[in-house]
């Protein structure tokens, strides 16, 4: 585990959940609950448990902990969890945002299962700290489920690597990465880059069942359209394996 804080320079003394104690209570009768970090060609780590609150990770510090992520995770829960049980609500673009924060926190706080694998920036952690939202390189994307893909909750982490085709990058150059969290029937996907001025967004048309909530461009109702079977779930969770070049956001785009 790291010896500091992955959000500040303070020391790691505390443990921190990668699913919070509240989704516990939400969801008391788990079949499974499924952690996947996938590290590309290097391969992965994955286990399985009865309830999501049972991973702690020592990567953050105790100030962090019952302070600004402790807020979060109490700004969070009544939005997350109508979603978690596939209940209609509108998203506000301050219920975005939050929402927003709450997936890039868990997505940090996920890559730390294999810390010498971490790719994300202290900048953006720091931002995220400082501002409670994503950084600007920062996408995250929301859809719904049928809550039958591989148990009641996931967690996968994904790294984009550069295209040896492309002529700019080395072959095998971390240019983003991402997570993907599945909470029975909420999907939520993190991308972000790691190339100075470069952005992402999904390269494939996002259809009515997939939205982008961070930047965030209106309020909508949840779900916002059909909902993702497990083999479309399925191709949203692998969308960003392999690699490729930046793709620049529609200005306009969902």
């Known amino acids: 585990m790291p010896a500091f804080c992955v959000f500040c320079c303070n020391p790691a003394d505390s443990r921190e959940h990668l699913w919070p104690d509240w989704l516990n209570e939400v969801l008391p009768n788990l ?4 952690y996947f970090l996938n590290r590309g060609s290097r391969g992965g780590h994955t286990w399985t448990s009865k309830k999501p609150a049972t991973h702690r990770i020592g990567a953050v510090c105790d100030g962090c902990n019952t302070g600004w992520m402790s807020n979060l995770e109490t700004d969070a829960q009544p939005i997350l969890t109508p979603m978690i049980n596939g209940r209609k609500t509108r998203l506000t673009k301050i219920a975005q945002r939050t929402v927003a924060a709450w997936a890039f926190k868990t997505a940090v706080i996920g890559e730390q299962i294999t810390p010498s694998a971490a790719r994300t920036p202290n900048e953006h952690r720091h931002w995220l700290r400082d501002h409670a939202e994503p950084p600007a390189a920062a996408f995250v994307f929301i859809a719904a489920t049928d809550a039958k893909w591989i148990g009641d909750t996931h967690y996968g982490g994904i790294y984009m690597f550069a295209d040896s085709s492309a002529g700019i990058l080395p072959a095998g150059t971390p240019i983003a990465y991402g997570a993907t969290l599945v909470i029975r029937h909420l999907a939520l996907q993190v991308v972000a880059g790691l190339i100075e001025d470069a952005a992402f967004a999904h ?13 965030s461009i209106a309020a909508f109702e949840w779900p916002p359209g059909p909902v993702l079977t497990p083999p479309a779930l399925d191709a949203l969770a692998n ?5 490729g070049e930046p793709v620049e956001p529609s200005p306009t785009g969902p």
Do not use: Y
Not at 204 to 214: G, M
């Open 31 to 34: 079949t499974e609950t499924r």
């Open 203 to 215: 390269q494939a048309p996002l259809n009515a069942s997939v939205r982008r909530i961070w930047p």
């Open 239 to 243: 969308h960003w394996r392999g690699s």
